[in-house]
């Protein structure tokens, strides 16, 4: 594959801490060769002090729903540790995708970190 | 192999290029790279090759999981064709087949947590064609070059 389009392009996990929360930027496209690996490392994530996890999806450019699996786990994981999931700002064919398989009813969507981060559940102390 | 297509699919398979894989996403990806030069050098829209990949990862990724079992045992087998008015690919696992129609709408409030239907859904929503074979361990998939997004 040479094509350096957008559903060709290379997944990059950008991964940030702050406190209770991971902030998680997929990058490329999420093609079903490299999620099993991209799954592994977002469910890594999420434990007792890290329950909640914000993941932006503006530099997305691909994911099938093998991809949607791995971001629905991570709502599961989260919840099961009192937290919860976000996703942030899916464009193009990735925020159609999403809506097609009616995905938006299950994992919030925001427009805007900082709107993500303000929906989240206190952290229990 | 089979020496017929179905019925909408005008394609002589003889003409169908044909890869065998082992049964894992990782081998998968290695027909997927050859149909998407392909696509390239025939000059389709980024948006189509984009429909294409995501109809040809759903197939791929059902026949290793649903239809393999992920059994490594198993293969795939992948056949296409690319010109300048249409693709068709095939997908071929070594499974006992399912029924396309009993899949429960995974839309529905009730299913969405289900692992189960997007990737047939999507299949039908990007494709301008999708046929499964008799057995339903065969799914073919036809897209016209110049077909609009959905």
């Known amino acids: ?125 | 192999m089979a020496d017929s297509t179905p019925d909408g699919f005008d394609v002589n398979p003889a003409d169908m290029t044909a890869m065998v894989v082992p049964n894992n996403l990782r081998a998968a990806k290695a027909p997927e790279d050859r149909i998407l030069a392909a696509l390239e050098r025939n000059g389709y829209s980024a948006d189509t090759i984009f429909a294409i990949k995501l109809a040809l990862e759903e197939a791929m990724t059902n026949a290793v999981k649903h239809g393999n079992c992920n059994d490594p045992s198993k293969h795939i087998t992948v056949r296409y064709i690319v010109n300048d008015r249409y693709t068709v690919v095939m997908v071929r696992d070594e499974g006992a087949g399912f029924c396309p129609a009993a899949v429960p709408d995974p839309t529905h409030s009730e299913n969405l947590e289900r692992p189960f239907g997007r990737g047939i859904m999507l299949m039908n929503s990007y494709m301008t064609r999708v046929c499964y074979g008799d057995n339903g361990n065969e799914v073919w998939l036809l897209k016209n070059k110049n077909e609009p997004s959905p």
Request: cysteine-free.
């Open chain 1, 1 to 125: 594959m040479t094509s350096t389009a957008g559903y060709g392009a290379p997944l990059q996990i950008t991964v940030r801490r702050d406190g209770p929360v991971h902030f998680v930027s997929l990058t490329g496209a999420a093609s079903m060769y490299v999620v099993e690996n991209m799954q592994s490392q977002i469910l890594s994530l999420i434990d007792d002090a890290t329950p909640n996890m914000i993941i932006d999806l503006s530099g997305l450019t691909y994911i099938s729903s093998i991809g949607i699996g791995a971001l629905l786990a991570a709502d599961v994981r989260s919840q099961n540790v009192r937290g919860a999931a976000r996703l942030v700002n899916p464009t193009g064919e990735v925020a159609r995708i999403l809506t097609l398989t009616n995905i938006d009813t299950i994992v919030e969507i925001h427009a805007t970190i900082d709107d993500a981060l303000g929906s989240l559940p206190p952290v229990a102390d």
